[in-house]
T-cell receptor, first 114, second 112 residues
Framework: SQTIHQWPATLVQPVGSPLSLECTVE??????LYWYRQAAGRGLQLLFY??????ISSEVPQNLSASRPQDRQFILSSKKLLLSDSGFYLC?????????????FGSGTQLSVL | GDSVTQMEGPVTLSEEAFLTINCTYT??????LFWYVQYPGEGLQLLLK?????DKGSNKGFEATYRKETTSFHLEKGSVQVSDSAVYFC???????????FGAGTRLAVHP
């Protein structure tokens, strides 16, 4: 069966420090991968998605970047965190296929930038 | 652009009460519609979905009907349980790559 791992679960970082959040998927190949963020009191916002190794699409301009060095690995990074980067970050995957395929989510990372 | 609007929470109900969580959407074309649920301490998981107008998605006693004329996908359950306490997200997917656009989420608290 397929599983998705995301870590760490919580992270407290000072402003200006770097960030690296990692997500890995098991039990499937060539998935679409996604990074979402939920800021306090707001819905989930799609940040990045990837349809293959090295292929990253950004949905909103921001202080973050994403990379996909391996088929089932998706990394969210920042060189210098801002206060506004605080939020709940969720990684997800979906099988390639017909429209309406469901997404499978990781358990999320609560990031607090102080 | 496409968007999803959900009723604000929290929604507080007694066990066995009837639940409705309203969801409306704005989209061009014919999106697929979803309800996801996030239980305390867990990630989001799909609750139900509908891919075309008049489809009814159902799961675990929850139902939602894709209403194109009112651009709505309201979530209902006839008798809630304490274990239904969670945050519920309405979402739509349109176009390629199955990118989801979410509503803000509605927290449901069910008391015995």
């Amino acid at each position: 069966s397929q599983t998705i791992h995301q870590w760490p679960a919580t992270l407290v970082q000072p402003v200006g420090s770097p960030l690296s959040l990692e997500c890995t998927v098991e039990g499937t190949s060539n998935p679409n991968l996604y990074w979402y963020r939920q800021a306090a009191g707001r819905g989930l916002q799609l940040l990045f998605y990837s349809v293959g190794i090295g292929q990253i699409s950004s949905e909103v301009p921001q202080n973050l970047s994403a990379s996909r060095p391996q088929d089932r690995q998706f990394i969210l990074s920042s060189k210098k965190l801002l206060l506004s980067d605080s939020g709940f970050y969720l990684c997800a995957w979906a099988a390639k296929g017909s429209p309406g395929e469901k997404l499978f989510f990781g358990s999320g990372t609560q990031l607090s930038v102080l | 652009g496409d968007s999803v609007t959900q009723m604000e929470g929290p929604v507080t109900l007694s066990e066995e009460a009837f639940l409705t969580i309203n969801c409306t959407y704005t989209a061009t074309g014919y999106p697929s519609l979803f309800w996801y649920v996030q239980y305390p301490g867990e990630g989001l998981q799909l609750l139900l979905k509908a891919t075309k107008a008049d489809d009814k998605g159902s799961n675990k006693g929850f139902e939602a009907t894709y209403r194109k004329e009112t651009t709505s996908f309201h979530l209902e359950k006839g008798s809630v349980q304490v274990s239904d306490s969670a945050v519920y997200f309405c979402a739509l997917s349109q176009g390629g790559y199955n990118k989801l656009i979410f509503g803000a989420g509605t927290r449901l608290a069910v008391h015995p």
